[in-house]
């Protein structure tokens, strides 16, 4: 039989690659990569479904601290939000998902690979990138691109094939991870329309006012009221804390990768708050300068990892500049959480610029005298003065 290596999530599209490829003589080999979205009861009914798909093995393969170290954290030294609102939950994990699949496949030696994007998204780009780029030699197939299949075309072809599921919140394409969680359904096709409460897989549990604080070490989140962990499961903490106050929900519209609008829903409450809460802290340790060519390489590590540029070298570099912007980014910031909203509060760090031996901005000022800002003011101001007196003459 022909092996082949599926990139399974357990949801509709790759149950029903599963299902479609099994019966299309393959030896389908069922992989799930845990880029923190998983529970262990999450992975156990992946696994007995994948089974009841027809798959001849099953294996999840942990991936979330990879993805941290890999990705997450220099998405957090460069403040990335993508248009200023998403910070690249699904984007960011297709590419570790694809590059684990890909090593997968060659350590067994199959000669196919599979995955279940459309051919209208993001991901299909991502993830046949990594594969032509990493395992060039293996075959790549896409039942649900290649057949243009409708998700109602895919549940009544499960059914007709004795896998009838409960597929009733199967109208929203939902993805979480360590990053945050996507919500893509009926209501982000459209350009109005919000999604009901109910889409959200976190729910509003608390509405009174909850202080905390976060301690970053070099730029990275260590620790949430003096409880240190690793900062992946920092990550996750925060998360739990904070997605109970529906915090982090919003609605990203951008450019595919394709060339088209894309609408989609997201709820990344320990992403926004920690970017954020992060910034903040580099505006009092950073000088205008690092602050300044940071916001321009961040941005453009953050497009090109949304684009499946990921494995560029150009990336590598950029990494190394974020990393080393990074070495004063230590202290604590304090942050409220509110229901559907946060305020960050303030920072304690000895790194903080903002030292008042050298004057209070506004107030008083002791590392200069009256005469000497007077000049810094007139030389400042000379290439606006010639400019204007050379033009004024014509």
């Keep these: 039989m022909k092996k082949i290596v599926l990139a399974y999530s357990g949801g509709l599209d790759t149950s029903y690659c599963a299902v479609n490829l099994s019966k299309a003589g393959f030896d389908v080999h069922a992989v799930s990569?845990?880029?923190g979205g998983f529970?262990?009861?999450?992975?156990?009914?992946?696994k007995d479904n994948a089974y009841k798909m027809g798959v001849s093995t099953y294996k999840n393969i942990d991936a979330t601290k990879t993805y941290y170290h890999k990705i997450i954290k220099y998405l957090i030294f460069g403040n990335v939000l993508k248009n200023n609102t998403y910070p690249l939950s699904v984007s960011a994990?297709?590419?570790?998902?694809?590059?684990?699949?890909?090593?997968?496949?060659?350590?067994?030696?199959?000669?196919?690979?599979?995955?279940?994007?459309?051919?209208?998204?993001?991901d299909q780009v991502r993830f046949d990138m990594t594969f032509q780029t990493l395992a060039p030699?293996?075959?790549i197939i896409t039942p649900i691109r290649d057949q243009k299949l409708s998700r109602q075309e895919e549940i009544e072809y499960l059914k007709?094939?004795?896998?009838?599921?409960?597929?009733?919140?199967a109208k929203y394409s939902i993805n979480k991870g360590l990053w945050g969680?996507?919500?893509?359904?009926?209501?982000?096709?459209?350009?109005?329309?919000?999604?009901p409460e109910y889409a959200y897989p976190s729910q509003v549990e608390k509405t009174n006012i909850e202080k905390i604080?976060?301690?970053?070490?070099?730029?990275?989140?260590?620790?949430?009221?003096?409880?240190?962990?690793?900062?992946?499961?920092?990550?996750?903490?925060?998360?739990?804390?904070?997605?109970?106050f529906g915090i982090g929900r919003d609605m990203h519209i951008g450019d595919t990768i394709v060339g088209i609008k894309g609408r989609v829903g997201f709820e990344a409450a320990a992403a926004l708050i920690t970017i954020k809460a992060h910034h903040l802290l580099e505006k009092h340790t950073l000088t205008k300068w690092q602050l300044q060519h940071k916001e321009h390489l961040s941005s453009f590590y953050g497009m090109h990892l949304h684009e499946g540029q990921y494995l560029d070298p150009a990336m590598r570099d950029i990494e190394v500049f974020l990393e080393?912007?990074?070495?004063?980014?230590?202290?604590?910031?304090?942050?409220s959480l509110k229901p559907y909203h946060f305020t960050l509060d303030g920072v304690a760090s000895k790194h903080d610029l903002m030292n008042a031996k050298f004057g209070c901005y506004g107030e008083t000022n002791t590392g200069w005298n009256a005469e000497e800002v007077k000049g810094f003011i007139k030389i400042l101001g000379n290439q606006n003065k010639i400019y204007q007196q050379v033009n004024s003459e014509l």
């Excluded at 529970?39 to 992946?46: F, H, L, R």
């Excluded at 297709?94 to 060659?106: D, F, G, T, V, W």
């Excluded at 990074?326 to 202290?331: D, I, L, N």
Aim: charged share 20%; hydrophobic share 35%; glycine share 8%.
């Design 137 to 139: 030699d293996i075959e």
């Design 324 to 335: 080393s912007s990074q070495t004063r980014v230590s202290g604590d910031v304090f942050v």
């Design 181 to 195: 969680t996507s919500i893509g359904g009926v209501e982000t096709l459209t350009s109005v329309n919000p999604l």
């Design 213 to 244: 604080k976060l301690t970053f070490l070099k730029g990275e989140l260590v620790a949430i009221n003096n409880n240190k962990e690793t900062s992946e499961k920092t990550i996750q903490t925060l998360n739990a804390m904070a997605s109970k």
């Design 160 to 169: 007709s094939c004795g896998v009838d599921l409960s597929w009733e919140k």
């Design 39 to 46: 529970t262990y009861e999450e992975i156990k009914t992946i």
């Design 93 to 122: 994990e297709r590419i570790i998902q694809a590059m684990e699949i890909a090593n997968y496949a060659k350590s067994i030696d199959a000669k196919y690979v599979a995955h279940g994007s459309t051919g209208a998204g993001n």
């Design 33 to 35: 990569i845990n880029t």
